[in-house]
């Protein structure tokens, strides 16, 4: 079993900023992707960033592109999401997730375990 443990979520004003950050413990393996997803009001869940254990493969949605950066801490185990100029379609809630992948998928289906979610609202 994985447990994934999420922070930093917030409400913020548009073209603000918000870091969340997720840490893995348990029975991880020796090398894992870890992701974040999003599902608003109304939507189907969906994949806003994901990067793999190397770092080598990370797939952005597009709407976030250039506005959002994933990365893992030294230690591996960590996942951050820095959001840069934040908008209000980008209000929902935002899980991390992990995957025994070796690559990016943005296929929920390919992530084994999830958090608890962590609320972003984004005001106009």
């Known amino acids: 079993q994985v447990q994934l443990v999420e922070s930093g979520g917030g409400l913020v004003q548009a073209g603000g900023s918000l870091r969340l950050s997720c840490a893995a413990s348990g029975r991880t393996g020796s090398s894992y992707t870890m992701g974040w997803f999003r599902q608003a009001p109304g939507k189907e869940r969906e994949a806003v960033a994901v990067i793999s254990w190397s770092g080598g493969s990370i797939y952005y949605l597009d709407s976030v592109s250039g506005r959002f950066t994933i990365s893992r801490g030294n230690a591996k185990n960590t996942v951050y999401l820095q959001m840069n100029s934040l908008k209000p379609e980008d209000t929902a809630v935002y899980y991390c997730?992990?995957?025994?992948?070796?690559?990016?998928?943005?296929?929920?289906?390919?992530?084994?375990?999830w958090g608890q979610g962590t609320q972003v609202t984004v005001s106009s």
């Open positions: 997730a992990y995957s025994s992948l070796s690559w990016s998928s943005p296929r929920q289906y390919d992530y084994d375990y």
